[in-house]
Nanobody, 116 residues
Framework: QVQLVESGGGLVQPGGSLRLSCAAS????????GDWYRQAPGRSREFVAT???????NYADSVKGRFTISRDSAKNTLYLQMNSLKPEDTAVYYC??????????WGQGIQVTVSS
């Protein structure tokens, strides 16, 4: 069964950067679209960014200009480059991928903590 494995999270100081990766455990023959969501303690899960083949990428207002989403279909991997991190970016980040064949997969979540 295909799993999405997330990596790249951790503890970073305010103003720092992290790059999250979300890799399929097996060949899913490319990524049609990918999304990132996050959930902070005591809050509901919220949309962060989305990237779909043939369309412009979209971002939540809170991360626009600081985060960049990208897809590498050859590697079956979704990325989220996070710059100028703020304490309010602290959350568990989840990836969601729709493969070229339209199968939908979710990652297990990875912790990002922004603190001095």
């Amino acid at each position: 069964q295909v799993q999405l494995v997330e990596s790249g999270g951790g503890l970073v100081q305010p103003g720092g950067s992290l790059r999250l990766s979300c890799a399929a455990s097996e060949n899913i023959f490319g990524i049609y679209s990918g999304d990132w969501y996050r959930q902070a303690p005591g809050r509901s899960r919220e949309f962060v960014a989305t990237s779909t083949e043939g369309e412009s990428d979209n971002y939540a207002d809170s991360v626009k200009g600081r985060f960049t989403i990208s897809r590498d279909s050859a590697k079956n991997t979704l990325y989220l480059q996070m710059n100028s991190l703020k304490p309010e970016d602290t959350a568990v980040y989840y990836c969601n991928v729709v493969a070229t064949g339209m199968a939908n997969y979710w990652g297990q979540g990875i912790q990002v903590t922004v603190s001095s």
